[in-house]
């Protein structure tokens, strides 16, 4: 297994002269994520909101950075434990240097301003382009490392192990294609594959797109028989969990730094909740809607999604505890007094987060057979709990602040705007020799590409309404939106708002990005 897992490479590729530092080919693939351009735009690109350079917020470099570090203690802490250990060899292994790679390269893929951007790539993507796999992150991620970057041993991709290319397939499915039958057909969906807010349009998450199907089929085939087709392996487990950890713990940090996280609203749900937990459960659904608002429904609301979704580990007196371990220690805490850059606020900080760090990394557990909501690697119960808990309280008190909308708002109407400017000078016959180069080269690539599915895989490119593309008009539209999404994905925050001042003659000079032209 270990051999079929580090042969993958292209022999030609090897013989030509990438200077590699090591010659193991998983730290070869964690040093080659590192070093790509794509990872060193991470650290202007939003990770919950725009840094604007400041250093008091995570930007999607420094999350990763954190993720690789949970990741690997999780792959380690699996290596030495002998009963762990046994499981994980039968289910293919887990190296610590590929689930370092894959924490690190985990969100190559996102666009500017984070999950945002990926939305509104998204809804363009597949209404004005008619790309029925529109636009994911973790599928960007796949096609940075397979196809779009450059910086590797070969023309295309990193060139990177079938091992690490496995664990960066957090959903290993496509949109509305493969595995067959389709996950998002069983009768417990997996974590992402059931369908999105928007009927008819595939899987909400998934890790790959049409395009890169044939990349998806090397990677898994040495782990065909150890897992099953829609499972993640052992290391696009871990670091799905040291991403889910890293989250949970790492932006309440950002949003008490700069005061937008406050204790008495914190502190009021959480603590109504405990005090009329039981009444709050016999209230019925309706009646929990219409008073939403009002302190404590919030929470009740997230204990009837965990029953209702995962039965399988909700518990409600554990989940009482999470409430009761994260009021303590987050709320009497952390939260009690107000972050003022002190010695005594930074080492408050710190403890907060090396112990929550310890507590959720001491609950990971191995699972042979886990459920379908759940990877082979996983937490116990009352660490589950928690992370639920943390990550409610981000997006009760973060996410979903007006101002916060107010400020998505803008950013969603500066990425639409720069893809119609982008797509007009497409479309401009007399502009065709001035267009940036990567832009032209993003679109020679995904002709290529569209041309080639079109004649060996046509069925790929139905939609979920049953039409087919059929002719040159047609794969040019294709290959014109991927490659415009390609290059806007591959941008900055900073970037992409500089672009659009540029285009659309607002711009004090000439811009000369070189990454970007």
């Known amino acids: 297994m270990d051999t079929a897992r580090t042969t993958r490479r292209n022999a030609e590729a090897e013989a030509g002269g990438f200077a590699d530092l090591v010659s193991i080919p998983f730290r070869i693939d964690r040093d080659r994520i590192a070093g790509s351009p794509f990872f060193a735009r991470l650290s202007g690109v939003t990770q919950v909101v725009s840094t604007g350079g400041s250093g008091l917020l995570h930007n999607r470099l420094t999350h990763s950075l954190k993720v690789a570090q949970v990741a690997r203690a999780i792959a380690e802490r699996l290596g030495a434990d002998a009963e762990a250990g046994s499981v994980v060899g039968k289910l293919g292994g887990c190296d610590p240097d590929v689930a370092e790679a894959a924490a690190l390269g985990h969100d190559l893929g996102h666009p500017p301003f984070g999950h945002l951007g990926e939305q509104v790539l998204d809804r363009i993507a597949r209404r004005r382009y008619g790309l029925s796999d529109g636009f994911e992150g973790n599928a960007q991620t796949f096609r940075i490392v397979t196809t779009t970057e450059v ?27 493969r595995p ?83 204790h008495a609203s914190v502190a009021t749900e959480l603590g109504r909740w405990l005090s009329e937990s039981g009444a709050f459960a016999a209230l019925s659904d309706e009646t929990l809607r219409e008073v939403h608002g009002r302190p404590g429904r919030s929470l009740e609301g997230l204990r009837r999604r965990l029953q209702a979704k995962d039965a399988w580990i909700a518990d409600d007196a554990v989940f009482a505890a999470a409430v009761a371990r994260v009021q303590h220690q987050l709320v009497d805490g952390l939260l009690a007094s107000p972050f003022d850059g002190s010695v005594e606020a930074e080492q408050a900080m710190a403890t907060f987060s ?54 998505q708002r803008g950013q969603a109407a500066l990425l639409t705007s720069l893809v119609d400017a982008l797509d007009s000078w497409l479309g401009d016959r007399d502009e065709a020799g001035r267009l940036p180069r990567k832009l032209h080269d993003l679109v020679a690539l995904a002709s290529a590409e569209y041309g080639r599915l079109v004649r060996e895989a046509p069925d790929l490119l139905v939609g979920a309404t049953g039409e087919r593309v059929e002719g040159a008009d047609a794969v040019r539209g294709l290959a014109r939106g991927r490659a415009v999404v390609d290059f806007v994905a591959s941008l900055t925050d900073a970037q992409a708002a500089t672009m659009l001042e540029a285009i659309t003659g607002r711009g004090g000079q000439p811009w000369s990005d070189s990454f970007v032209l």
């Open 151 to 177: 910086g590797g041993p070969t023309p295309e991709g990193l060139n990177l192990t079938a091992a690490t290319r496995a664990a960066l397939l957090k959903y290993p499915w496509l949109r509305l294609h």
């Open 180 to 262: 067959e039958p389709h996950p998002a057909t069983m009768d417990e969906p997996p974590r992402g594959a059931a369908e999105g807010e928007e009927p008819g349009t595939g899987s909400a998450k998934f890790s790959a797109y049409v395009t890169e199907l044939d990349d998806v089929d090397q990677a898994r085939a040495p782990f065909a028989g150890l897992v099953e087709p829609w499972q993640q392996t052992v290391e696009a487990s871990v670091m799905d969990l040291a991403d889910d950890i890293a989250y949970a713990i790492h932006d309440l940090q950002d949003f008490h730094r700069i005061g937008v996280l406050q």
């Open 354 to 407: 090396a112990g929550w760090t310890a507590r959720l990394a001491d609950g990971v557990v191995v699972t042979p057979s886990p459920t379908t909501r759940s990877g082979h690697v996983t937490l116990r119960q009352a660490q589950w709990h928690e992370v639920q808990v943390l990550k409610f309280v981000h997006r009760q008190f973060v996410l979903q602040r007006p101002d916060f909308a107010l400020h």
